[in-house]
């Protein structure tokens, strides 16, 4: 839905004076064309936002749901003038009136992409109409935006920083029309979840069909990969929630991580490997040293875990390990090689339970980690997406 950035100021200004008369003095518009932006954001949220009466206009519930939320995203754009136009009042407020969702929608494209012609495609827009969209928010920030490279273009730190305001603005409309549509019982909501490798076999998987169960018309999509590229997304607002093992130390002073369990690892190897027939006995340094390893990633927390087990007991990591961070792949080396892993039982319980792989009688001791789920700060949110939570709190204790 395409809606318009001064049709939301206005409505926000009409919430703010309780007339249109007022609110056309306080924005410098005409008081027709105030009526004309709340009738035209109306239609296209096809719910009445304001009650109209001789003493003013007053919110719905559908209005004051939705305008809390266009606030909050206006705090965002907000900060991003802030950020351009540090002393100068007046371009910050151009710049707040004049920006267009074209323009930011184009921004965030040609960032993702960094290439024009992909953008274009993207967005159904001419490479020149693009380009033009693009001159125009570099003549309003006053910044030039993107840099030519030999693979198309390179985002300018500058762009990249409104770049994630922009999408964190996008998020807050977005729950806004989907509590609007929630209010109708048109759509339950939506939640997007970036789930890590632990959280992927069941936490998640399970959490979601009891959350569609209570709500069959929600919205769930759920994307893996790397922690970084998930953190990435978390804070420009396009993940809602990361659930899966935390950092000891907080990447990022922009999110909260709330623990749910501690879980521990075992050692991991197929059916029928010498190594299983000690695996009702605890885990000797033995067992550890002679045998090659598969070991997660360098930075991740069970890397990490996997490293310290050795080191504090006089062992040497192995190095002759396979790096691998994907299940899949862990799972198809260790059915047809004699390498071993450390892994959480839960996430290999399915192939447990088939037979297929067996894991240590005790997990090792000292490798605890904190598994829970990471949000934004000063996240706010929608129903669906709260009771997810709930739920997911529920199911992972």
């Not at 004051?64 to 540090?86: C, G, I, M, N, P």
């Not at 000797?284 to 390893?293: I, R």
């Not at 090792?364 to 939570?389: C, M, N």
Request: proline share 5%; aromatic share 6%; glycine share 4%.
């Amino acid at each position: 839905m395409q809606l318009n950035i001064r049709h939301l100021l206005s409505a926000l200004e009409i919430k703010e004076c309780g007339t249109v008369t007022q609110a056309s003095k306080q924005i410098h518009l005409s008081q027709s064309a105030l009526t004309q932006a709340i009738n035209k954001l109306e239609d296209q949220l096809d719910s009445q936002l304001f009650e109209r009466s001789n003493s003013g206009m007053f919110t719905t519930a559908s209005g004051e749901l939705f305008l809390e939320r266009v606030k909050r995203a206006f705090s965002y754009l907000e900060t991003a003038a802030q950020a351009l136009f540090d002393t100068d009042k007046t371009k910050r407020m151009a710049f707040l009136r004049n920006v267009t969702i074209r323009q930011l929608t184009a921004l965030n494209t040609i960032v993702e992409l960094q290439n024009y012609t992909a953008a274009a495609v993207r967005l159904s827009l001419t490479q020149p109409t693009l380009g033009k969209t693009i001159k125009d928010l570099e003549h309003l920030s006053e910044q030039r935006l993107f840099n030519r490279v030999p693979t198309g273009v390179e985002p300018t730190w500058r762009a990249r920083q409104l770049s994630k305001f922009a999408s964190l603005f996008f998020a807050e409309i977005h729950q806004g029309e989907d509590e609007v549509k929630r209010l109708k019982g048109q759509r339950s909501g939506s939640v997007t979840i970036g789930s890590l490798p632990l959280a992927r076999t069941a936490i998640v998987p399970d959490t979601v069909t009891a959350l569609l169960q209570e709500f069959p018309d929600a919205k769930v999509s759920i994307t893996d990969g790397p922690y970084e590229e998930q953190l990435n997304t978390l804070l420009h607002g396009q993940l809602d929630i990361i659930v899966g093992a935390l950092r000891t130390a907080s990447p990022s002073h922009d999110i909260e991580q709330c623990k749910l369990f501690d879980d521990s690892l075992s050692v991991v190897a197929r059916v029928g490997h010498p190594a299983t027939d000690l695996f009702t006995q605890p885990v000797t340094q033995t067992d550890l040293t002679q045998y090659q390893w598969i070991a997660p990633r360098q930075g991740t927390p069970t890397r990490a875990v996997f490293s310290q087990f050795f080191e504090a007991r006089g062992l040497t990591p192995p190095q002759d390990v396979v790096e691998c961070s994907s299940l899949v792949a862990v799972r198809g080396l260790l059915l047809n090689s004699d390498r071993i892993t450390l892994l959480p039982a839960r996430q290999v319980a399915v192939e447990v339970k088939s037979g297929l792989l067996a894991i240590s009688a005790q997990p090792l001791p000292d490798s605890k980690r904190e598994i829970g789920y990471t949000l934004r700060k000063h996240w706010k949110p929608t129903p669906v997406q709260a009771r997810f939570i709930e739920l997911l709190t529920q199911i992972a204790r």
